[in-house]
């Protein structure tokens, strides 16, 4: 994992050992002194970077918040988030014929996606740099997460969505919660380029995942994920399977492998593949991959039922794509039908996922049968989102209610005579 490898000399601009590194340039920067989202210098992705890396006898307590040895504060707005549970799912194991399959339910976060876990850490950053009207573009979960953090931070929040697809739980929840909403005529991607606009010229504090401490909260996906698998399985998993849009999970797990060898918590070859799968109607980071790429290419046009990942223009991609490589893992595109079968399966074992998240067992079922994947593997598979999320999708991959009469006869001769 050569490249963009965690330096430890610390600059002198680091604050109790925490600053920002271009991952581009390598220039440093304070950490809460500005807001800043990227490079001064060449406008390249920042990181966080830290002095003392913890192993696993500093982590305490539940939630995101066992982890803060790991994250530049030690504490945030929270409602609680993380310890989300680590399903087994026999059926689906056996079907898709690996070793072991877990899933990681980030569904259970309190919002309903892993978005909560960054939003712990982004709310809490954004008051520390003091900040006070919050934003972010979204396909739906980082404005429902956003608003929710921001409504228990007592700040102001502003969400730009795309017109007319979003899933109408997420939109009820940005609501509810209190975000001013902006219904934009154009896709996330045309969101996130006015809410970046919006940010520069000092509107607003950006909270999607080009922010880089959001994605530290996000890293505790993947410390939750080593522990929990670790302890109950023995070993760590060889593969890590998740859904992709943005890639700000994709770079968060690769980050959290990393400081996890520098630290010495793990040896390289414990690393996970991690495994990134898109709708293949919004798949610039399996094309990227598929061709040897260094960067995406925009989509213009990016259309999938799984709207929470209909992004045309993956902003972590320069974190990402090195991510996917240097741990032996891979990118590959599902079709809506085999999102649905997928979202199907899994909530045939009692786990209710949305669209989007089914998008890791799609992708894993399509490489086993592939061979990509073999037979002995020990996978997790990531699912991002809540089935309430969106009911629509749900209503329609499930079977339609039946019209009974009002007394038990007629219920009776109904179940008879179908
Ligand atoms: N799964 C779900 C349910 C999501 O909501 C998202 C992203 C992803 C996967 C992709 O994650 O961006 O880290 O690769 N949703 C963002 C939003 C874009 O606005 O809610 P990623």
Same mark, same amino acid.
């Given at each position: 994992?050569?490249?963009?490898?965690?330096?430890?000399?610390?600059?002198?601009?680091?604050?109790?050992?925490?600053?920002?590194?271009?991952?581009?340039?390598?220039?440093?920067?304070?950490?809460?002194?500005?807001?800043?989202?990227?490079?001064?210098?060449?406008?390249?992705?920042?990181?966080?970077?830290?002095?003392?890396?913890?192993?696993?006898?500093?982590?305490?307590?539940?939630?995101?918040?066992?982890?803060?040895?790991?994250?530049?504060?030690?504490?945030?707005?929270?409602?609680?988030?993380?310890?989300?549970?680590?399903?087994?799912?026999?059926?689906?194991?056996?079907?898709?014929?690996?070793?072991?399959?877990?899933?990681?339910?980030?569904?259970?976060?309190?919002?309903?996606?892993?978005?909560?876990?960054?939003?712990?850490?982004?709310?809490?950053?954004?008051?520390?740099?003091?900040?006070?009207?919050?934003?972010?573009?979204?396909?739906?979960?980082?404005?429902?997460?956003?608003?929710?953090?921001?409504?228990?931070?007592?700040?102001?929040?502003?969400?730009?969505?795309?017109?007319?697809?979003?899933?109408?739980?997420?939109?009820?929840?940005?609501?509810?919660?209190?975000?001013?909403?902006?219904?934009?005529?154009?896709?996330?991607?045309?969101?996130?380029?006015?809410?970046?606009?919006?940010?520069?010229?000092?509107?607003?504090?950006?909270?999607?995942?080009?922010?880089?401490?959001?994605?530290?909260?996000?890293?505790?996906?993947?410390?939750?994920?080593?522990?929990?698998?670790?302890?109950?399985?023995?070993?760590?998993?060889?593969?890590?399977?998740?859904?992709?849009?943005?890639?700000?999970?994709?770079?968060?797990?690769?980050?959290?492998?990393?400081?996890?060898?520098?630290?010495?918590?793990?040896? =390289?070859?414990? *690393?996970?593949?991690? +495994? %990134?799968?898109?709708?293949?109607?919004?798949?610039?980071?399996? /094309? &990227?991959? #598929?061709?040897?790429?260094?960067?995406?290419?925009?989509?213009?046009?990016?259309?999938?039922?799984?709207?929470?990942?209909?992004?045309?223009?993956?902003?972590?991609?320069?974190?990402?794509?090195?991510?996917?490589?240097?741990?032996?893992?891979?990118?590959?595109?599902?079709?809506?039908?085999?999102?649905?079968?997928?979202?199907?399966?899994?909530?045939?074992?009692?786990?209710?996922?949305?669209?989007?998240?089914?998008?890791?067992?799609?992708?894993?079922?399509?490489?086993?049968?592939?061979?990509?994947?073999?037979?002995? =593997?020990?996978? *997790?598979?990531?699912? +991002? %989102?809540?089935?309430?999320?969106?009911?629509?999708?749900?209503? /329609? &991959?499930? #079977?339609?209610?039946?019209?009974?009469?009002?007394?038990?006869?007629?219920?009776?001769?109904?179940?008879?005579?179908?």
């Amino acid at each position: 994992m050569a490249h963009l490898e965690l330096t430890a000399e610390e600059p002198p601009c680091a604050e109790d050992g925490v600053w920002l590194t271009c991952i581009e340039c390598s220039e440093t920067f304070a950490p809460f002194d500005d807001v800043r989202y990227t490079c001064d210098d060449c406008d390249g992705l920042l990181e966080v970077r830290y002095a003392d890396l913890p192993t696993w006898d500093d982590f305490e307590g539940d939630g995101v918040w066992r982890y803060d040895a790991a994250l530049p504060t030690r504490s945030g707005v929270s409602l609680p988030e993380g310890s989300t549970p680590l399903h087994d799912v026999d059926r689906l194991e056996d079907e898709i014929g690996v070793d072991r399959l877990r899933v990681k339910h980030e569904g259970m976060n309190p919002t309903g996606s892993f978005k909560d876990r960054g939003m712990t850490l982004g709310v809490r950053v954004a008051q520390r740099v003091g900040v006070d009207r919050l934003a972010c573009a979204s396909t739906g979960n980082t404005s429902a997460a956003l608003a929710a953090y921001g409504a228990r931070g007592g700040m102001e929040t502003l969400v730009l969505l795309p017109a007319g697809k979003v899933a109408a739980g997420k939109v009820a929840q940005a609501s509810l919660h209190g975000a001013r909403i902006l219904e934009v005529d154009g896709n996330f991607d045309t969101c996130l380029d006015i809410v970046q606009d919006l940010a520069m010229r000092g509107e607003a504090y950006l909270l999607n995942s080009l922010n880089p401490f959001r994605l530290e909260g996000q890293k505790t996906i993947g410390l939750e994920i080593m522990e929990q698998f670790h302890e109950e399985e023995g070993t760590y998993p060889d593969r890590i399977v998740l859904p992709v849009g943005n890639a700000g999970n994709t770079s968060a797990l690769y980050k959290c492998f990393r400081e996890l060898v520098k630290s010495g918590a793990i040896e =390289e070859s414990d *690393v996970p593949k991690l +495994t %990134g799968i898109q709708a293949a109607g919004a798949a610039p980071m399996v /094309e &990227a991959i #598929e061709h040897g790429w260094e960067e995406t290419e925009r989509w213009e046009d990016v259309e999938t039922r799984a709207t929470a990942i209909r992004i045309g223009n993956p902003v972590n991609a320069p974190k990402a794509l090195p991510g996917i490589r240097a741990t032996g893992g891979t990118a590959a595109a599902v079709s809506d039908e085999e999102i649905t079968r997928a979202q199907r399966d899994l909530a045939g074992e009692g786990v209710g996922v949305e669209p989007a998240s089914a998008a890791s067992i799609a992708g894993l079922r399509k490489l086993r049968n592939e061979g990509v994947v073999d037979s002995d =593997e020990e996978v *997790v598979c990531l699912t +991002t %989102g809540h089935l309430l999320k969106d009911p629509e999708a749900a209503a /329609e &991959a499930g #079977e339609d209610p039946e019209p009974v009469p009002g007394h038990t006869e007629g219920v009776l001769e109904h179940l008879e005579a179908n």
